[in-house]
């Protein structure tokens, strides 16, 4: 099972580290971003373009540690809920990202610091990479 669970945690968890790096560069964009989205309240956008790619970051890092290791058979305990950590963080983008489409539908994604919009597109791909992580959790 270790051909499946390597890839299922790894291409999520590498993601979220691109993704938090490219946001804590870009911290004033991603910010703005989330300004135009209209989710979430103004006084609360600069708390999340904060903490939410350290949280990016941080799962991410241990996602890919915990998939590479998995190749070597060492998962311990740790690997289900790193693995449901990071399927709920993407489970939470999808539901955000949902939301944002019918506030701000013409908003820029702020997906990996792009400036395209948002689209169902979206949504499906952090639908989908949620559901990986989930898998690695399962059967690993």
Do not use: D, N
């Not at 209209?38 to 350290?54: C, D, H, K, N, S």
């Not at 820029?108 to 949504?123: E, I, K």
């Amino acid at each position: 099972m270790t051909w499946v669970v390597v890839p299922t945690l790894l291409v999520p968890s590498a993601l979220l580290v691109w993704s938090a790096v490219l946001h804590l560069a870009g911290s004033l964009r991603f910010h703005a971003v989330l300004v135009a989205h209209q989710v979430l309240p103004y006084r609360l956008t600069g708390a999340v373009a904060t903490v939410f790619p350290v949280v990016e970051l941080v799962l991410g890092l241990l996602g890919t540690v915990l998939a590479v290791a998995s190749g070597a058979g060492c998962w311990g305990p740790a690997r289900a809920a790193i693995a449901a950590s990071v399927a709920a963080v993407y489970l939470a983008m999808a539901g955000y990202v949902a939301r944002q489409l019918r506030t701000a539908p013409g908003a820029p994604c702020g997906c990996f610091a792009g400036g395209r919009p948002s689209s169902v597109l979206t949504v499906l791909r952090a639908l989908g990479l949620g559901l990986l992580a989930g898998v690695a959790g399962l059967i690993g």
